[in-house]
């Protein structure tokens, strides 16, 4: 027994002394799942990555519920809260605290996208890559440039300067600090730079939906407009404006071009929105379109904008409508309501202006429940209801959009019945593609570069382009200042630009909301809104995390 007991002491001593190194030994070689050392080698995970990147980055399908993405507009002096005079932030001073949902999950989810393409662009140069061609880890490297420079530029806009994170995070970090704005400024230039040089021209493009250099081009625009570099600003804007892949739509086009309409109206139909229906006006749409693969259900504009008509009593005391319907837009819920500004304001100087046409803004409907005194009738030019029943919110009417919903044109799957056009709860979204980048806005900011630079004939002219294809009067140039384009940008880009990032790199959040905001200018009771809220504050718990160092909070808060 002892002898036998030496000799297994023996052969374990042998096999150590000719056995490998323990922590090679040990070494896990992971060969039937992903691991966080062979998840990013091949070109498919890698553009399976950068298209996670793009999902996290799409700023108006349904994470907007849990993330805020409507309070683009409605913090502005676009639309407002409709359920209470404090909700969401129609009160600043009441509701723009660190503490706020929309402050924390805002900041955390583009953190989030810098993180995720940190990883992408620290390892997709690494020694164990394996790509195709060159070409591949190149444009891979562009987008997850440009995306990082976009959630930058998000930041900045909302927070200011803020903490600059480059390389991929690998261990618990408790010592952030904030960088300068101007220091932010220099990092999303240099990585967009990096994307108009390396991304591919429209007509190379691989898929819909993906990065091409006029986004960075454009994007580069407005960035360079921040740092008072004015010629860039313009020469970016024209790189984009002199390409002949992109053009205004100036004529009907797409899938409804048999429907009564405008050429502003179709840009918004179902399947409109990308190259291959005509459009040459996109430059970075967000693929949300129903039943595509890889798309969606669209933006959550309409469940969020359009009014709950079908919620309307008549002076009868019977309801004005049986049920939401395709051909009305829908099932809205208006959780938001566009301001006087935009309903009214915006249009007295031109009301034929095509993009106030009774197409693309409908003002009024006809009542359709057949036991309504007023069956048949218009429910506002009849005064069909009591507008005070409608609350100071009108919630329930004040007007349909038509491009935040698809009028007469659901999906087949969310019809309760086909013949009356009754719909589901679920006829709530757009069911289509949504503009993130579109033409029109990049004439809109060379007009403000050329404001900026002085040369005011320029930027009327650039204003006109948009204007002229809109059937408006054209502006003089000694009418154009900041507020004429953030006018003109209103007409436009209603909900489709993000309002409080365009108010907050101006610092005109306060000035824009005393003179259009309800609950600003005195039309409902009034909250105050100092110069200060030009900038959110830094959520609270990434201070009190901090403990390594000093995050320091946006004066005011």
Not at 2 to 20: D, E, G, H, P, Q
Not at 158 to 182: C, I, W
Not at 423 to 452: G, P
Request: proline letters at 3%.
């Amino acid at each position: 027994m002892k002898k036998n007991r030496y000799t297994i002491v023996f052969i374990f001593l042998f096999l150590s002394f000719f056995s490998c190194k323990e922590e090679e030994w040990l070494e896990e070689d992971v060969l039937d799942f992903y691991s966080a050392d062979n998840s990013y080698q091949t070109f498919d995970q890698f553009n399976q990555a950068v298209a996670s990147l793009y999902n996290l980055t799409d700023l108006y399908n349904v994470w907007a519920a849990l993330y805020g993405p409507f309070v683009w507009n409605f913090s502005t002096d676009m639309a407002y809260a409709a359920t209470a005079a404090t909700a969401g932030l129609n009160s600043y001073s009441a509701s723009l605290t660190p503490e706020n949902t929309y402050v924390i999950n805002i900041w955390t989810r583009y953190y989030s996208i810098i993180f995720n393409a940190n990883v992408v662009l620290g390892r997709i140069d690494g020694e164990n890559t394996q790509f195709d061609t060159e070409e591949q880890r190149t444009i891979l490297k562009a987008e997850a440039s440009f995306l990082r420079a976009f959630s930058y530029r998000n930041l900045a806009n909302l927070y200011g300067g803020v903490p600059l994170v480059l390389e991929e995070t690998t261990e618990a970090k408790r010592d952030y600090v904030r960088a300068s704005l101007d220091e932010v400024y220099a990092q999303i230039i240099s990585d967009l730079e990096y994307a108009a040089a390396n991304l591919p021209d429209v007509g190379d493009l691989w898929e819909e939906g993906r990065l091409t250099n006029a986004a960075a081009y454009h994007l580069l625009t407005e960035l360079y407009i921040n740092t008072g570099e004015y010629d860039k600003a313009i020469a970016s804007a024209t790189a984009v404006i002199d390409n002949p892949d992109y053009a205004l739509m100036t004529s009907r086009f797409g899938s409804k071009i048999s429907w009564e309409g405008d050429v502003y109206g179709d840009l918004f139909r179902r399947g409109n929105q990308n190259r291959n229906s005509g459009n040459t006006e996109g430059i970075w749409v967000a693929q949300y379109e129903y039943n595509v693969t890889g798309g969606g259900r669209g933006s959550i504009l309409t469940q969020y904008l359009c009014p709950g008509y079908y919620n309307l009593t008549g002076l009868d005391g019977k309801p004005l409508f049986f049920a939401p319907t395709n051909q009305n837009g829908g099932r809205g819920i208006g959780w938001f309501v566009p301001s006087d500004y935009v309903l009214e304001e915006i249009w007295e100087s031109d009301p034929n202006d095509m993009r106030n046409s009774e197409y693309n803004i409908i003002r009024d409907l006809v009542a359709d429940n057949p036991e309504s005194a007023y069956y048949g009738k218009n429910i506002v030019a009849d005064n069909a209801f009591d507008q005070s029943g409608n609350t100071i919110y009108n919630r329930y009417w004040n007007a349909i959009f038509a491009k935040a919903t698809p009028i007469n044109d659901f999906p087949d799957e969310v019809f309760v019945d086909f013949e009356t056009g009754e719909v589901t709860r679920n006829a709530s979204q757009t069911f289509r593609d949504h503009y993130n980048i579109r033409l029109a806005e990049t004439y809109l900011l060379r007009a403000e570069a050329y404001l900026n630079k002085g040369d005011l004939a320029n930027a009327a002219a650039d204003i006109n382009v948009i204007r002229a294809r809109a059937n408006a009067t054209p502006v003089e140039e000694g009418d154009v200042d900041i507020d004429y384009i953030l006018d003109e940008r209103a007409r436009e880009l209603t909900w489709e630009e993000s309002r409080v990032m365009t108010l907050n790199r101006l610092g005109l959040i306060d000035e824009r909301r005393t003179l259009h905001h309800p609950f600003n200018n005195g039309k409902y009771e009034s909250y105050p809104i100092e110069d200060y809220h030009n900038l959110w504050p830094i959520p609270n718990r990434e201070i009190e995390r901090n403990t390594g160092a000093v995050l320091e909070q946006n004066p005011g808060y």
